[in-house]
C-alpha cells in the first residue's frame, strides 16, 4: 500500500503516523520529520498552531524552518521559541528559522500549502541561490 505516509509500528503491532514521505527534511544526512517538530511546539504555551517545513541550504542541503501563530494576544521572539527547544528535542531538529505569521497558505479544501511556504520562504530569506545548488 502506497500512501505517502511515514509511520512507525511499536512491539504490539500497532501503526503511528509521523509525517508524510514528501514533507520528510533532510538536513545534513539526518531525516527530519516536520510533524514531530509541530508537535512539540504544540505544547508551547503561547504556540496556536505550527507547520515546519525544509528551505534550502548549502551547507547541509536543507534547514527547519517554524512557521508559528501564536495565542491571541501573546508575543514570542525567536530567541525564546528556540530556547524553549533546546536540551528538549535534537539540536539538529531546533528550527534555524522561525516565521511569525497570522495565517498559513491554504488549498481551497483546507489544507496547508507546505510547497507555496517554502517559495515564500526561500523569497524572504533570500535562499534562491541555495536553492539552485540544491536542485542541480
Not at 504556540?47 to 548549502?58: A, C, T, W
Not at 479544501?109 to 545548488?133: F, P, Y
Request: glycine share 6%; aromatic share 8%.
Amino acid at each position: 500500500m502506497h500512501t505517502g505516509d511515514l509511520a512507525t509500528m511499536d512491539e504490539e503491532g500497532y501503526f503511528k503516523i509521523v509525517g508524510r514521505i514528501k514533507d520528510m527534511v533532510i538536513r545534513g544526512g539526518e531525516n527530519v520529520y516536520p510533524r514531530e517538530i509541530e508537535e512539540f511546539l504544540y505544547s508551547h504555551p503561547k504556540v496556536s498552531d505550527v507547520q515546519v517545513i525544509g528551505v534550502p541550504d548549502p551547507k547541509f542541503g536543507e534547514e527547519i524552518m517554524a512557521w508559528v501563530k501564536l495565542k491571541e494576544g501573546e508575543t514570542a521572539t525567536e530567541e525564546e521559541i528556540k530556547e524553549f527547544c533546546r536540551d528538549q528535542i535534537a539540536h539538529f531538529k531546533i528550527p534555524r528559522y522561525i516565521k511569525f505569521t497570522n495565517e498559513f497558505p491554504m488549498t481551497v479544501t483546507g489544507k496547508v500549502r507546505k510547497v507555496e511556504m517554502r517559495a515564500i520562504s526561500i523569497k524572504e530569506l533570500n535562499l534562491e541561490q541555495a536553492d539552485e545548488i540544491e536542485t542541480a
